[in-house]
């Protein structure tokens, strides 16, 4: 994906969230950072499902002015320069209601159903005042186990190891 893409992304998943409507600049921040590093390592970030008049030709990003294009475009160069900052374990989920329930759709995404929220960053307000907040989650790697002439798995085990040493 080139940069002008993640750019793009970017600014429709966070271009909204100002520091005009939100007071703790050290959190926009901390957000667009991890959205960046997000997408430069996976790009398929899901939105909750958005209301009609967004999907409305660059609804998203089309108050966004010449220094929030060069401000979101310094954040994914600053990501791709601390590489260690780039977390490959980790996804983003942007939510517009205020609690998750795999019961009401856009408050989970598909792939995080059953899946634990490491932690939620927001709410923030957009320019519509409009309260999102966003929904981290690790990534836990599974062996696939299988049955002899089955078409999928029968069993996905996460493999996650916590190195817990007692003293006596």
């Known amino acids: 994906m080139n940069e002008d893409q993640v750019l793009a992304l970017l600014a429709k998943l966070c271009g909204d969230i100002t520091t005009a409507n939100n007071t703790d600049e050290a959190k926009v921040l901390k957000l667009q950072q991890a ?3 997000t997408l430069i390592n996976d790009p398929s ?3 909750s499902q958005p209301f009609q008049f967004e999907e409305a030709g660059d609804f998203s990003t089309k108050h966004l002015d010449a ?3 060069q401000h979101l ?3 994914i160069q600053r990501v791709k320069k601390e590489e260690q900052t780039i977390d490959t374990t980790i996804r983003v989920f942007r939510r517009e209601v205020p609690f998750t329930s795999s ?3 856009g408050s989970v995404p598909d792939w995080g159903r059953g899946a634990q929220v490491t932690e939620t960053i927001g709410p923030f307000f957009t320019r ?4 999102v907040w966003f929904d981290i989650f690790r990534v836990i790697p599974v062996v696939q186990v299988w049955m002899q002439g089955a078409a999928r798995p029968f069993l996905l085990v996460p493999l ?3 190195n817990i ?4």
């Open 35 to 37: 959205i960046a590093a």
């Open 45 to 47: 970030l899901q939105i």
């Open 67 to 69: 220094a929030g294009l």
């Open 73 to 75: 475009s310094d954040i």
């Open 103 to 105: 019961q009401l759709r």
């Open 128 to 131: 519509e005042g409009r309260r």
């Open 160 to 162: 996650e190891v916590s």
């Open 165 to 168: 040493i007692s003293r006596v």
